[in-house]
């Protein structure tokens, strides 16, 4: 079957850095999606990584080894507005999207 | 539109009754999807639209579920003799084509079978 492991919740405090990691177990491997969601919203972008190595956005940085079938997300100088959940998704051989069921990050003055 | 929009934001139905969620995506977009969420997990997929034929319906859960997109553009996903297993935020997402792109998503709708 298909598989995407993420932690249930993290707590990190403002201005640190966190990493919150995802490994997958897919039928095939397109890319693999960063998502942020709120509470009550929508998914919002984050990433895309589709080869080995680190996309750096800002604060946002995205790592993947298919090798091992990992990915993390890093977030530094965490702001408060950075509460949120992050969800993991594959994108398998058949072009879906599969979804880990997120980790909610909570981020403490 | 500027972004994905779906209505109603919010439905509160009784167990057996019919309800329709309409999505309407972002202008030139030619993917769109269903995913349910339930609380605390991640989007669910339901079905994919390439255009207006249906490329994937393998995760409606059975055929209470069924979703069309005549024209090409907006989504209706209609689902019958409604249970209250059924309630969860109905999330739709649309991209530029199918294959690998960045989806958007809309607001969902949060479906509250009592």
């Known amino acids: 079957g298909q598989n995407i492991d993420q932690p249930t919740e993290m707590t990190a405090t403002e201005g640190a850095i966190v990493q919150i990691n995802c490994t997958y177990q897919t039928s095939g491997f397109n890319g693999l999606f960063w998502y942020q969601q709120h509470a009550g919203e929508a998914p919002t972008f984050l990433s895309y990584?589709?080869l080995d190595g680190l996309e750096e956005k800002g604060r946002f940085s995205s790592f993947l080894s298919r090798s091992k079938g990992y990915s993390y997300l890093l977030l530094k100088e965490l702001q408060m507005k950075d509460s949120a959940s992050y969800l993991c998704a594959v994108v398998d051989s058949n072009y879906q999207l599969i979804w880990g069921a997120g980790t909610k990050l909570i981020i403490k003055p | 539109g500027a972004g994905v929009s779906q209505t109603p934001s919010n439905k509160v139905t009784e167990k057996g009754k019919y309800v329709e969620l309409r999505c309407d995506p972002i202008s030139g977009h030619t993917a769109l999807y269903w995913y349910r969420q339930s609380l605390g997990q991640g989007p669910e997929f339901l079905i994919y639209f390439q255009g207006t034929g249906a490329a994937d319906d393998s995760g409606l859960p059975n055929d209470r579920f069924f979703a069309v997109r005549p024209e090409g553009s907006v989504s209706t996903l209609k689902i019958q003799r409604t249970e209250r297993g059924d309630s969860a935020v109905y999330l739709c997402?649309?991209?530029?084509?199918?294959?690998?792109?960045?989806?958007?998503f809309g607001q969902g709708t949060r479906l509250t079978v009592v």
């Open positions: 990584n589709v």
């Open positions: 997402a649309s991209s530029p084509t199918g294959g690998v792109a960045e989806a958007f």
